[in-house]
């Protein structure tokens, strides 16, 4: 069995992992075995991408944008992509990092769970002489200064696109309106900057955030919270969601509090479920941050950097809003 079936996950991961053990080829065998390689027997660098939930679309797409770009490109590297069942599960992912040292790839390119727990994994991946690469949720720049790591990262600014979905919304309230926030892992620096694009853009507008919880990125849990925030604040004009995920369980929780209409809901991310609901008019807007262009960018920088070129500063990726009017259905 190949290392990168041996420590595959339960499903979702197992159906990625299979597909992708078949497109990485040549993958060496777990331990006891030879020493790991950087490279495998072809002489390619082995990139792994280590995500978070694979149960969330969006890294679904995000996988799909990797396995699609080693397609085009099969004699430049292959690819071991890895993720986690749910967006807590943050050891799991710290494990994942230290299979990926162990089986000895050249370069890791990961969108860390939380931006200061995975730090230390990171460092042992680079203390092993692995490239790192940070895409889409940066890693906490203090911690990484405290650990005297450098890790170039590649991702959007999350304030900014906050702000954009959020400014949208503005238009449809008046000062003195109230609405809720749903936010994400409180210790994901994404999460952070979607809440303050948010709190920018209200505050701009003279609008009040009367309740703001965390719901973990996760549906189920937005589901609830927003519930809760419905039954408690029932004069609330909107929920501002820092993911799609989260979105969708609030747009469920609208329905069922028969408020459908009444309550404007906005997003972040641009997955397919909440493109159809903006469609019928049941969301209002969201944020594209192309996903499946993130693990590109951080796998054609990592593929730079193993061929020995100096790490740039931060790229930033972009963000686009998407309304019924973009999505053509206005
Ligand atoms: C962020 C991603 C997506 C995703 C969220 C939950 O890092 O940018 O917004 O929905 O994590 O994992």
Same mark, same amino acid.
């Given at each position: ?14 159906l ?7 497109? *990485? ?14 490279k ?11 995500m ?7 890294f ?19 690819l ?12 799991r ?50 911690v990484?200064?405290?650990? *005297? ?12 696109g ?16 109230q609405? *809720?926030?749903?936010e ?44 809760t ?16 995920s989260?979105?969708?369980?609030a ?6 509090? *028969?408020?459908?209409?009444?309550v404007?809901?906005i ?8 493109r159809?609901a ?45 309304t019924?009017?973009s999505?053509?259905?206005?």
């Amino acid at each position: 069995m190949s290392a990168a079936r041996s420590h595959i996950a339960p499903w979702p991961i197992v159906l990625l992992g299979i597909a992708l053990a078949g497109c *990485g080829g040549d993958v060496p065998e777990a331990a006891p075995g030879p020493a790991p390689s950087s490279k495998t027997s072809t002489g390619k660098p082995r990139i792994a991408l280590v995500m978070k939930s694979l149960a969330n679309e969006f890294f679904k797409t995000m996988a799909d944008g990797a396995v699609k770009h080693q397609r085009e490109h099969p004699d430049a590297y292959e690819l071991i992509v890895n993720g986690i069942k749910d967006e807590r599960d943050l050891s799991r992912q710290v494990a994942l990092v230290d299979e990926m040292i162990a089986q000895g790839v050249g370069a890791i390119v990961i969108a860390p769970a939380d931006s200061k727990a995975l730090v230390s994994a990171c460092k042992r991946a680079k203390d092993a002489g692995i490239v790192v690469v940070n895409v889409d949720n940066k890693l906490d720049d203090r911690v990484l200064a405290d650990q *005297g790591l450098a890790v170039p990262f590649v991702g959007p600014d999350n304030r900014a696109g906050a702000r954009k979905a959020a400014d949208y919304l503005a238009k449809r309230l008046k000062p003195g309106d109230q609405v *809720g926030m749903l936010e994400g892992i409180r210790t994901a620096f994404n999460g952070q900057q979607r809440q303050l694009g948010f709190q920018d853009a209200m505050k701009a507008a003279g609008v009040t955030i009367v309740d703001s919880q965390t719901a973990q990125w996760e549906m189920d849990q937005a589901n609830r919270i927003a519930s809760t925030i419905l039954g408690e604040h029932p004069q609330i004009k909107a929920l501002l969601c820092c993911n799609d995920s989260m979105a969708l369980g609030a747009l469920a929780a609208v329905k069922s509090a *028969g408020r459908s209409g009444e309550v404007l809901i906005i997003g972040y991310d641009g997955i397919s479920a909440i493109r159809s609901a903006i469609q019928q008019g049941s969301v209002l807007a969201t944020i594209e941050q192309h996903a499946d262009q993130l693990a590109v960018y951080g796998i054609e920088l990592a593929l730079k950097l193993l061929k020995g070129e100096s790490p740039p500063a931060d790229t930033t990726t972009p963000v686009d809003l998407i309304t019924a009017e973009s999505l053509g259905s206005k």
